[in-house]
């Protein structure tokens, strides 16, 4: 183990300096001897100035340190480099704080949050591992102060609902660092607050916030030039949400905070608004510093106690005057007088520490993260990806020997990958920084401390390659990981984004044949007209796609997240013949209908002038709100019942998160029916059928009735099977409410479709040890898709086949210990058109488990049935409907869905709402 040395850096107190006029403070703090030109030759900072031509991008193919000198050779650049690396392993005090090494963990972003902010598993599982690997200071990644203030839908938001799982996270982080590390490390813990400004976009679609316009910055977001600004006002009262986030940060038991300052969001763009005028916080240094002197004030005063910082932007490298922190004459170098008369006023306020960062991955991601690849649709820049790790480290070392007792924290070191200690330990040693930060490079290698405490070097096959995939994954708005060093988890989370990403499916709908007589339309119970979309998309005519798609499908968002692609439109696809894969048509419906959402124009057009009828839909299901929209687009008003309260049926109350999501169907139906007044529109929501309210009631009402409830009851295997079983959708929905949070070891699920499939894999994800689906027929009569099939397989569920549950056993107080079990063969086939499971005599047994979730099919509640008087129901218990209608035995009443069908797909839902409402209109035409 390398030995420690304590090195202490120790700062005036607030009150001594609090009495000095701040703009005596800005005008004498600085002198430009800071800037001499000297910074420039010795550290890589005119790199531009020094060489005629810029060299060309290269990749990291690194041997050993001499052949990395010679690399900076190459490039005229100096680069440090020592064999000594145990400065870096110094402990450091820095305010009350004793720090175990030099190495700290940069603020990244995992965007794993609830949709409430909340920090989620993949979190708490983040910062365990950064714990225990060693570093001795921890930045929390950013974390919103107010919900609009997200740049992502999974975003830290700290609030007073979540602060107590905050504070299970500080203290799960310090526990793993103990357990790791020993009782002697605990690291500092440094919560970051941000606003995301013109990057905000808490919802999954930007909504920019700015503080000034900048030619160069607004046409990425597409911003008019009287785009609003923030207010003062706005911005006074923002300084108050810092500060009460730092208060809650304190409650949860963080070290202290980090006011965001850099990448253009809020904070740091408010320092280049040079152009804002007529404002506190524009034009003058004083002005574009306020927001961030006063702010970090105020939460020393309300949390005197804490460690209170910034990571700071000192070079944006954006033209002036809508940059910090440049040259007048160009961008590409730096003018740090401004910058370091920042620093110098920060440390005089009695702030302990700066982080230093430069660039706007947004913009010029190179600057401040050197890559070897970049983010989808981002050019490689005309710069050697050393040249930027020596240009970060040139500006670093200028604020450092700018303030030598002032703690700088140094970044852009990932590219080196294994070398970077020796790097760092040079600068160290040469007062270029006082600890070393890394970022993207522990999100690859979180143990990398620890490897170099017990081994003295960096494992070459565990560090950051610095591909992008990780920044990839942020700007495509997901959890984001490293997907080479932890692929297990974000390897399929990049793979699935970017396959559902813009510009891999505009090239998929490129492949489409566009076929005269397609096939793949057959396939699509609604009959949509799938080249129509396909084609138009790939134009780049997202308008009419939608269009296209919403002529016979009003849902067609929901129906890309639940249908069976590859056995309905993808499976009639010819393409698939010729190269083996079908067009993605369901991922490019799901891109249309997202971009078409958030574009606006996925709302219903409905006539000025109405009809006059009204319309009950009972039923908020995916049928019932079909029938909805195509009854409003003919001028009807509509009155929708259901027992629940929010709309989108089975779909959005059963069906796992991890094929839909709540917010998936709340978005489109929210979308469906924007701006629809409520005489024309209202929602009954928490009332549907009952003793008080039946047809017969509902009929002397509305005009006419569409039926759309599903099936609201689950089939039992056997009468009085004790505690400990449970029916699928109960299940399901308990599970996807957080109800349920965990399952025994041994569960049993009986059945062989859809949702046994997704009752089993929700037991597995909830911890079961051993999941038993349990089918009386083969694998090939199994009623389930497929890709559900295939999901079964790959998740190490025990299929057991060919078995027939005979009963259950129980203890003696009715808890369930076992199911009984028998053989069977197959006999001849029965009605469905599958063979017969024939029990087989003298074969059974018994499996303990602990729980069983039956799904063996759901049915009409009976009490149902009798509120619908004069409605015919079929043997099989399901609403009666003339042979190619949706209208049933009563006169005015149509039905559709689950409650007709017995449950099959979500197109064929909505295709049976659409065909209703059709059969509606021409029914209250006809009667007048």
Not at 436 to 463: C, H, W
Not at 907 to 925: H, K
Request: hydrophobic content about 35%.
């Amino acid at each position: 183990m390398v030995k420690r040395k304590d090195f202490s850096v120790r700062h005036k107190h607030v009150e001594q300096i609090s009495k000095i006029p701040i703009q005596k403070f800005i005008d004498n703090s600085v002198k430009k001897t800071y800037l001499s030109s000297r910074f420039y030759q010795n550290y890589g900072l005119n790199v531009y100035q020094r060489r005629h031509c810029m060299a060309k991008h290269q990749r990291f193919h690194i041997k050993n340190l001499e052949h990395l000198k010679q690399e900076a050779e190459k490039l005229n650049l100096e680069i440090p480099i020592t064999n000594d690396i145990s400065n870096l392993f110094d402990s450091i005090s820095i305010d009350k704080h004793k720090l175990a090494n030099r190495f700290c963990i940069h603020p990244m972003e995992g965007f794993d949050a609830t949709f409430d902010g909340t920090p989620g598993p993949y979190a708490f599982r983040r910062y365990q591992r950064y714990a225990a690997g060693g570093s001795s200071l921890i930045w929390i990644e950013a974390t919103a102060v107010a919900p609009e203030a997200r740049s992502n839908p999974g975003q830290f938001y700290i609030n007073d609902s979540n602060v107590n799982i905050f504070k299970q996270l500080v203290e799960e982080t310090h526990r793993a660092a103990y357990e790791s590390m020993g009782p002697d490390h605990r690291p500092v813990l440094i919560l970051q607050l941000t606003h995301s400004g013109r990057y905000s976009k808490p919802a999954g679609k930007p909504k920019p916030i700015i503080a000034h316009h900048s030619p160069i910055l607004d046409p990425k977001h597409n911003l008019p030039p009287d785009y609003p600004l923030i207010t003062d006002e706005e911005l006074d009262d923002l300084q108050a949400k810092y500060v009460y986030a730092a208060q809650l940060a304190a409650q949860a038991g963080f070290d202290g905070v980090d006011v965001k300052s850099c990448h253009r969001y809020l904070v740091s763009e408010l320092l280049a608004s040079f152009t804002r005028e007529n404002s506190r916080y524009g034009s003058s240094f004083e002005n574009r510093t306020r927001f961030l002197r006063e702010t970090l004030e105020k939460i020393h005063a309300a949390v005197p106690d804490a460690f209170i910082t910034t990571r700071l932007n000192v070079f944006d490298a954006i033209s002036y005057p809508y940059g910090f922190g440049m040259r007048e004459s160009d961008c590409r170098l730096p003018d740090l007088t401004e910058p370091v008369k920042l620093v110098g006023i920060l440390k005089a306020l009695g702030f302990p520490l700066i982080n230093i960062s430069i660039g706007n991955p947004y913009f010029n991601p190179h600057f401040g993260r050197p890559f070897d690849f970049p983010v989808k649709n981002v050019a490689v820049p005309e710069e050697h990806p050393l040249e930027g790790v020596i240009r970060l480290v040139g500006i670093t070392r200028q604020i450092q020997e700018a303030y030598p007792d002032l703690p700088v924290v140094a970044s852009g070191y990932s590219w080196l990958r294994h070398f970077l200690p020796n790097v760092a330990a040079a600068v160290i040693a040469y007062g270029g920084a006082t600890l070393i930060g890394q970022g993207r490079g522990m999100f690859a290698y979180p143990d990398s401390v620890k490897d170099l405490i017990e081994t003295g070097a960096m494992n070459p096959k565990k560090t950051c390659v610095t591909c992008s995939a990780c920044t990839q994954l942020m700007r495509d708005g997901v959890q984001t990981g490293c997907v080479v060093r932890d692929s297990e988890i974000y390897g399929p989370i990049y793979r699935n984004t970017r396959k559902l990403s813009l510009d891999e499916l505009m090239l998929e709908a490129e492949r489409c044949r566009d076929c005269e007589s397609p096939t793949c339309q057959e396939g699509c119970p609604a009959e949509v007209n799938i080249p129509g979309f396909i084609k138009a998309f790939a134009r780049g005519d997202i308008e009419t796609a939608y269009r296209t798609l919403t002529e016979k499908n009003l849902l067609p968002e929901i129906c890309a997240f639940v249908c069976p692609a590859s056995e309905q439109c993808e499976g009639g696809c010819i393409e698939r013949i010729f190269s083996g894969q079908s067009i993605r048509i369901r991922d490019v419906q799901r891109k249309v209908s997202q971009l078409a959402r958030e574009k606006g124009i996925a709302r219903i057009q409905y006539p000025e002038k109405r009809t006059g009828k009204h319309i009950a839909v009972l039923g908020a299901g995916v049928a019932g709100i079909t029938c909805t929209a195509a009854l409003l687009q003919k001028g009807h008003s509509v009155s929708v019942f259901d027992a629940k309260e929010h709309p989108g049926g089975i779909v959005r109350s059963v069906l796992p998160g991890s094929r839909i999501q709540y917010k998936n169907v709340d978005d489109e139906i929210e979308a469906l029916f924007a701006g629809i007044p409520p005489d024309r529109l209202s929602w009954k929501l928490g009332m549907g059928i009952s003793r008080n309210f039946t047809l017969d009631d509902i009929l002397q009402l509305y005009h006419a009735v569409f039926l759309g409830m599903g099936l609201q009851k689950g089939i039992s295997l056997f009468e009085n099977a004790g505690s400990g079983v449970v029916e699928a959708l109960t299940f399901l929905s308990d599970v996807k409410d957080r109800q349920i949070l965990s399952v025994p070891e041994k569960v049993a699920v009986i059945g062989g479709g859809n949702t046994a499939i997704d009752a089993a894999l929700a037991a597995k994800e909830l911890g079961a040890q051993d999941v038993y689906l349990i089918y009386r027929r083969s694998f090939n009569e199994m009623p389930s898709w497929p890709d559900e099939r295939i999901d079964v397989l790959n998740a190490g569920i025990h299929l057991l086949l060919l078995t027939q549950p005979t009963g259950y056993s129980t203890d003696g107080q009715g808890k369930l210990r076992a199911i009984k079990l028998a053989r069977t063969v197959l006999g001849e086939p029965d009605d469905s058109g599958r063979r017969q499971p024939i029990i087989q005599a003298g074969d059974e047994s018994e499996l303990p488990v602990n729980l069983v979730i039956e799904a063996i099919g759901q049915q009409v509640d009976p009490g149902i049935q009798i509120l619908l008087q004069d409605v015919e129901f079929t043997r099989n218990g399901l609403v009666s409907v003339k042979a190619g209608s949706q209208a049933t035995t009563r006169k005015g009443v149509f039905a559709g869905g689950d409650i007709v069908n017995g449950g099959t797909t979500a197109v064929q839902a909505v295709a049976e709402g659409l065909r209703a409402a059709n059969e509606i209109d021409a029914y209250l035409r006809q009667s007048g």
